[in-house]
């Protein structure tokens, strides 16, 4: 295995290259996948013009607007990394508002969000048509290696000492969620792309 450095801005001229040339033609649902620190919302969202100037449009849908409702969440107490790890994410909404309606014969109609976690409501987002050929970007943690299929994964990793290091204090206690994460699942054996940003101003990409 090695690593390549790269410049941000270039990181994200590469990843649009690369998602530009797959799957031309048809819909191509990305995942961005990444624990806090790694900022996977800010990279997905940095993706969506340069696609569109290549002729992919590109709607990005970052995994925290299909949180479950705050009962199902906090069942088991509000810092339960466990429950943060299993049942968290509304995996069958995402499934079914954003990656179902991509797969052939879907009517690419996409729903932005569906639960806003701050008030404990639905959004009621208006639906979002994706053209023949577009990208939806979904980004947000342990996205991979579950019940979500995903044409193409990018993964964002960083050290266990940099997460430590970098996690949010009020977060602090997903921790043992994201070693469970590496354990079990391992993204970085089977992601299509891999960046370690232990330091995000100088991200590095992992080549096998």
């Known amino acids: 295995m090695r690593v390549r450095p790269i410049a941000p801005d270039l990181l994200v001229e590469e990843l ?9 033609g048809q ?17 997905a ?4 013009d340069p696609l569109r100037a290549r ?14 409702p705050a009962s199902l969440r906090f069942e088991y107490g509000r810092d339960n990394p466990d429950a943060f790890y299993m049942g968290w994410l509304d995996e069958a909404g995402l499934r079914r508002e954003v990656l179902d309606p991509l797969t052939p014969g879907g009517a690419g109609r996409v729903l932005p969000s569906l639960w806003d976690p701050v008030t404990d409501r639905a959004t009621r987002a208006p639906y979002v048509t994706v053209p023949p050929g577009g990208a939806v970007l979904v980004s947000g943690p342990m996205l991979l290696g579950g019940g979500l299929e995903f ?17 949010p204090a ?25 960046v370690r940003v232990d330091d995000p101003r100088h991200p590095a990409l992992v080549l096998v």
């Open 170 to 194: 009020d977060l602090r206690w997903t921790l043992p969620a994201y070693a469970r994460y590496t354990d079990e699942v391992d993204p970085a054996a089977f992601a299509d792309v891999v």
């Open 55 to 68: 002729g992919r449009p590109a709607v990005h849908i970052p995994a925290g607007g299909f949180l479950r």
């Open 16 to 24: 649009a290259d690369r998602l530009v040339a797959d799957r031309a």
């Open 27 to 43: 819909w191509l649902r990305v995942a961005v996948d990444g624990p806090p620190p790694a900022d996977p919302d800010r990279l």
């Open 45 to 48: 969202a940095a993706l969506v």
């Open 151 to 167: 044409d193409v994964a990018f993964h964002l990793v960083l050290s266990p000492a940099a997460l430590d290091r970098r996690m």
